[in-house]
């Protein structure tokens, strides 16, 4: 347990300090060899990293039509259902975000507007590793389909067998994409960014995934033919503000939960309570031993924080400072502190909303900026899958009452050929007046 007041500032900064991320001088490199094998190979680098790394007798990338509806096939009537729930209320709430375009007179006689389209190609990355996702195939599938993208790309890891989990080729159908790719990793990215033979070249690449694929994504975002991409990404995060009418329980499962997703997430309690910080450690312990993945789960609580605040105003104002991706309110009144948080990619209020609703079914995205980027970042939602543009159109009247102002400012900067091109047409409306 950390008691906050006690710390010096280097020492508060050490405490809510993240897991190093393993972004050496030797991931930068090998990243980068990776984009230029699949620069210069196209198809047969991608296959020779998924033969090497995936599925030793792949012999295609593309994944059917067929063979995804086959897949999709495979899943029990029971998870069915749960996906076609979570996608029901993951497709409300991002139809609910639908922009409306703006157009309107700024001065007479000039019309200003900003009009929303849907992105032409996107690229969906879905992690492979441990543990299927087609809760992430949702999150970045629906918003794509309600934004009315027109062409999604997939691209998972196979398994040792060549097929990808019925999960996902379910969650794949139901947000009508048809274009599923069996590679992963860097590879995956660069396949994505930079086109190939079989998978051709998207706008935007969206989804988590190792350091292999965080470093690929940052690599062809800088390129000027590569991708864009959604958002910095490190290793995901909860922290938990509760205070001494908060259950233990909960709040320790909440931790778990989180720092089961992989060795480098960190979970972090804050409270004014020490009562609750004692009782939750004693239950983390507790729950800990029973879990599936407990060994990945042990490693990943070594990176957590008990921190120890004066009052509920103080614990709040570490977690702004540590901006979490996650932040879990169990307090007497989770409204009320909600007024005072600044920074979090997504806020849980109240005993009953574990962090795990965000994560499937409650509507909300759960791609969400990690690494104290919600400071500057936002969560994942439907006008990432879109870009805005402006129009703007003067008549003649308001050109005349405008473009004097125009010229005066082009002057101002030197700027001579921008005073030309509206003088030449006020020139113009001035002569046509005269006839």
């Not at 703006?102 to 929303?116: A, D, H, N």
């Not at 490190?234 to 009418?245: F, I, N, Q, R, Y």
Request: proline content about 5%; hydrophobic content about 40%.
């Amino acid at each position: 347990m950390l008691i906050w007041n006690e710390l010096d500032t280097a020492a508060q900064r050490q405490a809510l300090a993240r897991p190093v991320l393993k972004n050496s001088s030797a991931l930068k490199q090998t990243v980068s060899e990776i984009l230029a094998d699949v620069e210069a190979e196209g198809d047969e680098a991608v296959l020779g990293f998924t033969r090497k790394f995936d599925c030793p007798g792949l012999t295609s990338l593309v994944l059917t039509s067929g063979q995804r509806d086959a897949l999709a096939n495979q899943v029990s009537d029971e998870v069915a259902q749960a996906i076609d729930t979570a996608f029901t209320n993951i497709k409300r709430f991002h139809e609910a975000q639908q922009p409306d375009d703006v157009v309107m007179t700024t001065s007479p006689g000039v019309t200003c507007e900003q009009r929303f389209v849907a992105l032409e190609s996107v690229g969906l990355y879905i992690p492979g590793g441990t543990a299927p996702l087609p809760s992430t195939a949702l999150m970045l599938g629906v918003p794509a389909m309600v934004a009315g993208v027109s062409r999604k790309v997939l691209c998972t890891p196979p398994s040792a067998d060549g097929t990808i989990a019925p999960e996902i080729a379910f969650v794949a159908k139901r947000c009508d994409i048809d274009e599923i790719y069996l590679c992963g990793g860097a590879q995956a990215i660069a396949a994505m960014a930079l086109g190939t033979d079989s998978i051709a070249q998207v706008d935007k690449i969206f989804g988590p995934g190792n350091s292999f694929v965080t470093e690929a994504k940052q690599q062809v975002s800088l390129r000027p033919d590569g991708a864009a991409i959604d958002m910095p990404a490190g290793p995901s995060e909860v922290l938990v503000l509760a205070d001494k009418d908060a259950n233990p329980a909960f709040v320790a499962s909440d931790l778990l939960s989180q720092a089961e997703h992989g060795t480098d997430s960190q979970s972090i309690l804050v409270s004014d309570s020490r009562t609750l910080i004692e009782q939750t450690q004693a239950e983390v312990e507790k729950q800990l031993s029973v879990l599936s993945r407990n060994e990945i789960t042990v490693l990943s609580m070594e990176n957590a924080r008990y921190i120890l605040t004066d009052d509920l105003n103080s614990a709040i104002e570490v977690s702004n400072r540590y901006a979490p991706e996650h932040l879990i309110v169990q307090v007497a009144e989770p409204r009320q502190a909600m007024g005072r948080i600044k920074h979090a990619g997504s806020v849980f209020l109240g005993p009953w909303s574990p962090e795990s609703a965000g994560d499937y079914a409650s509507g909300t995205n759960h791609v969400l900026p990690t690494y104290g980027y919600a400071k500057n970042y936002s969560s994942l939602g439907l006008l990432d899958f879109m870009r805005r543009f402006t129009v703007q159109e003067l008549t003649e009247d308001g050109l005349r009452q405008l473009g004097p102002q125009i010229m005066t400012l082009a002057a101002a900067e030197g700027l001579d050929a921008h005073e030309k091109a509206v003088g030449l047409r006020l020139k113009a409306l001035q002569e046509s007046g005269d006839e």
